[in-house]
């Protein structure tokens, strides 16, 4: 299909017609995807006829410069990275060793427009967390019950006027995830409908006044692998959102 297949093409639409101002120069959300693929077609190794292993543990260092413009996509980067790895690794038939990590690293030697990536077959351990996404910002729900609302005394604090002081919560005992209308004046919608009460899987949407809050259930991994040399302290790893233990 040329230079950019259907894996890239994802990205770009998803990610790049979003952000198309931000990256007037330099990397390109697009070409961390190629570069990501083009590293996991090259590492491919037969294992069985039915088995073809390639890396899960993704090292991306980029340029200062570089890194501090990915920096400004927060999540949607890593969300997206991650689906497309999981999509082609499916499409192509591939399988990990273990959950998919991708870090995000500066690189000083780099210069603006170029990237790296380093890749390995790492078993990890997997424990799972609940975030909510609200306006582009991820909220970990580090509580079993956390209150979101406009007023200071919630735990999650929105400015939106449509919502009451202490809106919403959402309970979470590390497997299963529900959210309750503290009696709000305008109601609360999950997924569009009016609730009162009612059980969350990831990706719901629940909607307080204007405000949509998106519940994730995340991965976290800690790979087996030890630090590169070089590499600022200051990296991002995404991890997948899908398959957690409420899908």
Known sequence: MGLLDSFEKGLERAVNGAFAKTFRSGIQPVEIA????????????VVSRE?????????????????????ALGPALGDELNALVQKHATSQGYSF??????????????????????????EGR????????????????????TVIGRGSDADITIADTG?????VEILW???????????????????????KEAGLTPDSTVTIGRTNIVFRVVPQTTPRRPTAD?????????TPEEGGPLA
Request: glycine share 6%.
């Open 34 to 45: 190629s570069a990501l693929k083009s590293e996991m077609d090259k590492k491919a190794a």
């Open 126 to 145: 997997v424990s799972w967390k609940a975030v909510v996404d609200i306006a582009g910002t991820r909220h970990p729900l580090s509580a079993a019950r």
């Open 173 to 195: 005992d590390g497997e299963r995830a529900m959210v309750r209308d503290l009696q709000s004046t305008n109601g609360t919608k999950l997924n569009g409908n009016p609730v």
């Open 51 to 71: 088995r073809i292993l390639v890396p899960n543990s993704f090292d991306v260092r980029l340029s200062a410069a570089d890194d501090a413009k990915m920096s």
């Open 163 to 167: 919502t009451s002081r202490r809106h």
């Open 230 to 238: 070089g590499v600022s302290d200051a990296t991002r790893v995404f």
């Open 97 to 122: 060793a273990g959950p998919v990590s991708i870090t995000v690293a500066r690189d000083d030697s780099l210069s603006t427009g170029t990237l790296r990536v380093d890749s390995q077959s790492a």
